[in-house]
Nanobody, 124 residues
Framework: QVQPVESGGGLVQAGGSVRLSCTSS????????MGWFRQAPGKEREFVAA????????YYADSMKDRFTISRDNNANTVDLQVSSLKPEDTAVYYC?????????????????WGQGTQVTVSS
């Protein structure tokens, strides 16, 4: 199974940008549609963005279409998330995972295996 390993987070000032990266210590990511999720303090984990296995199609949560960009490099076995114009409300732990889409529930994680995530803290 895919064992996600996230990196790239840190403390960033509001208005800045951050690039998060996901790789796997298990199977190659190129076989899977991948996505990013985030969990803010005291809130449930939420879907951010997804990308098809080839990288040809991308999908975003409605509220994240403007400032978030998901991409992948299958040769490097990475899936990245670029976040620009950061806001304090973007403070969260960001996770990647394999994803699937259903008509009933929309985008969600395809695996119950979560990595440790990477913390993004946005200061005002």
């Amino acid at each position: 199974q895919v064992q996600p390993v996230e990196s790239g987070g840190g403390l960033v000032q509001a208005g800045g940008s951050v690039r998060l990266s996901c790789t796997s210590s298990g199977r190659t990511l190129s076989n899977y549609a991948m996505g990013w999720f985030r969990q803010a303090p005291g809130k449930e984990r939420e879907f951010v963005a997804a990308i098809s296995w080839s990288g040809g199609s991308t999908y975003y949560a409605d509220s994240m279409k403007d400032r978030f960009t998901i991409s992948r490099d299958n040769n490097a076995n990475t899936v990245d998330l670029q976040v620009s114009s950061l806001k304090p409300e973007d403070t969260a732990v960001y996770y990647c995972n394999t994803v699937l889409h259903t008509e009933a529930t929309g985008w969600g994680a395809a695996s119950d295996y979560w990595g440790q995530g990477t913390q993004v803290t946005v200061s005002s």
